[in-house]
């Protein structure tokens, strides 16, 4: 007679048969550094209100007004550093790289709300790596930035898309999951 080699194992799916350890990693939050531009003398005379989106978007609007010049000079820096990473990676084109007045477009079409996660952005920021500054975000990552491959996006969502595709990351961020409540008479088996 042959003999069975089938093992019947029975468990309940509700409880967890392996525990993880748990880790205890202490909660050290690193203190945010502000930028060393925000020691400078232009940088004290902004007020809290300066860093308020509708200001921005404000001053955006007058950015060629003379009390603007410092805005206008913070986007001029962040847009050559583009151009250095360009030059970097062999990825510029001079008559593509998209200038000062597109990006100044661009920040004002999209009302300085990310393309991907729809959350306010800052042209103006105190803090290094602030979260929440804009950015110039390539939709194809083989192309520079140029006017058609750029949306402006905040810090976080154009680090965390890295090379997914753009729209699949955008629907993910904008996706809202809602928890439906239902009746739990109709779950209810019915007696005869």
């Not at 209100?49 to 060629?64: R, S």
């Not at 001029?76 to 583009?82: D, E, I, M, P, W």
Request: some cysteine.
């Amino acid at each position: 007679m042959e003999e069975d080699n089938t093992r019947e194992i029975k468990y309940n799916p509700i409880l967890k048969v392996h525990k993880k350890k748990e880790t205890k990693k202490e909660d050290i939050k690193k203190e945010k550094k502000n930028r060393i531009i925000t020691g400078t003398a232009v940088w004290t005379l902004l007020d809290d209100t300066d860093f308020t989106v509708e200001k921005q978007l404000e001053m955006l609007k007058a950015v060629d007004v003379e009390e603007n010049r410092y805005l206008k000079n913070e986007i001029a820096k962040k847009l050559s550093g583009y151009k250095q990473q360009d030059l970097a990676k062999n990825k510029f084109n001079r008559e593509e790289f998209i200038g000062f007045n597109e990006v100044v477009r661009k920040l004002l079409k999209s009302n300085l709300l990310c393309f991907y996660c729809t959350q306010p952005i800052l042209v103006w920021y105190k803090q290094s790596r602030e979260n929440m500054q804009w950015t110039l975000e390539r939709i194809d990552n083989k192309i520079g930035h140029t006017n058609d491959n750029v949306e402006i996006s905040c810090l976080l969502c154009n680090i965390r898309r890295r090379c997914m595709y753009s729209e699949k990351f955008r629907f993910t961020k904008q996706l809202k999951v809602c928890r439906v409540e239902e009746d739990k008479k109709s779950y209810k088996e019915e007696d005869a």
